[in-house]
């Protein structure tokens, strides 16, 4: 029989991927309208968009590696606390894997029955699964989480900064804009098909607060760009 394939393995990877490639294009694009805004020199432009990229990478990766271990940290000490229970106390911990299952639906001589099986096969798997909620889709992955952040982040930023790199310095601001919000529509629409959502929902959402921090971050530029 064919496995099926299912979404929820792919939530901690793809949130890590989507946030860092989103933040990529959004502040490195919103940098490089900032400074733009500002009349920066187009030199100063550039050099502000490579800053972001590499800045943003890193802290993507450091920010990601402490949450996500965090996360892990806090999955271990509850599966310690597990194996003490499991030892101390065997037979209450069966009555209580039963209960999970009387309370999903089972009868009560059918639940302890199954609660018995898995315990016999892996009582610490069984609990950390139905009791914990731990498994091994959704289980923490510092290391694998931060590369994905700083990767995704560095190739969503070196979109804004080629644009920026070759677009006339007359037509920079409208040509770093128009670029990333389509960017970030796109990212948006693949981030929904991949999760299983509404493609246009997703586009709209992203596209939405991008134009936005953008907005607000040109209107800054401007401001600053006036004072003298």
């Known amino acids: 029989m064919r496995p099926e394939r299912h979404r929820t393995g792919k939530t901690g990877w793809l949130r890590a991927a989507v946030m860092g490639a989103d933040d990529g294009i959004l502040s490195t694009a919103s940098l490089v309208l900032g400074v733009a805004a500002a009349d920066g020199s187009h030199k100063s432009v550039l050099v502000a968009g490579i800053a972001g990229l590499v800045a943003g990478a890193m802290s993507m ?18 599966l310690a606390l597990e194996r003490t229970e499991l030892r101390v106390d065997g037979r209450g911990e069966h009555k209580e894997l039963a209960a999970i299952y009387v309370g999903r639906g089972l009868d009560p001589a059918l639940a302890r029955k199954v609660a018995h099986q898995l315990m016999a096969h892996d009582a610490l798997g069984a609990h950390a699964r139905d009791e914990l909620g731990i498994s091994e889709a959704l289980e923490a992955r510092p290391i694998q989480a931060a590369l994905a952040s700083a990767t995704s982040f560095a190739l969503g930023a070196a979109m804004p900064l080629a644009v920026t790199t070759f677009a006339p310095v007359r ?35 992203v596209a939405f607060w991008g134009a936005l921090a953008m907005g607000v971050t040109t209107g800054v530029g401007v401001l600053c760009g006036s004072i003298r």
């Open 61 to 78: 990766a450091a920010g990601e590696y402490v949450s996500v271990s965090s996360q892990k940290d806090t999955e271990q000490a509850d």
């Open 171 to 205: 037509w920079l601001i409208i040509a770093v804009a128009a670029t990333s919000l389509v960017s970030l529509a796109v990212l948006g629409a693949l981030a929904a098909h991949t999760g299983g959502a509404r493609i246009i929902s997703g586009a709209l959402r």
